[in-house]
Nanobody, 123 residues
């Protein structure tokens, strides 16, 4: 059974930083794209960042220059370093795996999702 388990969420003041982690078990995704999505209250889930199997990273315009995605295939883990956080970054952040991407973002829905981790940024 494939499981994606996120951690690292929490409450932080505006301008602060958090690092999210997602550990995958049940299979490896070294040949797949992994990434992060988020869903704020009352809004649809949206793309945040992706890291393809070829090493290409893609970001939503709203987080470019502030967030950095990385992955460690040996640990089957993907990370999201979030700096200069803003109140509008408040959301549940979901790890996702196995989806297509273009230079502008996702081109398909992920096949696998984590349960999510809450990130709250206070003003």
């Amino acid at each position: 059974q494939v499981q994606l388990v996120e951690s690292g969420g929490g409450l932080v003041q505006a301008g602060g930083s958090l690092r999210l982690s997602c550990v995958v078990s049940g299979r490896t995704f070294s040949s797949d794209t992994m990434g992060w999505f988020r869903q704020a209250p009352g809004k649809e889930r949206e793309f945040v960042a992706a890291f393809s199997w070829s090493g290409r990273s893609t970001y939503a315009d709203s987080v470019k220059g502030r967030f950095t995605i990385s992955r460690d295939n040996a640990k089957n883990t993907v990370y999201l370093q979030m700096n200069s956080l803003k109140p509008e970054d408040t959301a549940i952040y979901y790890c996702a795996a196995s989806f297509a991407t273009t230079a502008r973002g996702p081109a398909s829905l992920p096949n696998y999702w984590g349960q999510g981790t809450q990130v709250t940024v206070s003003s």
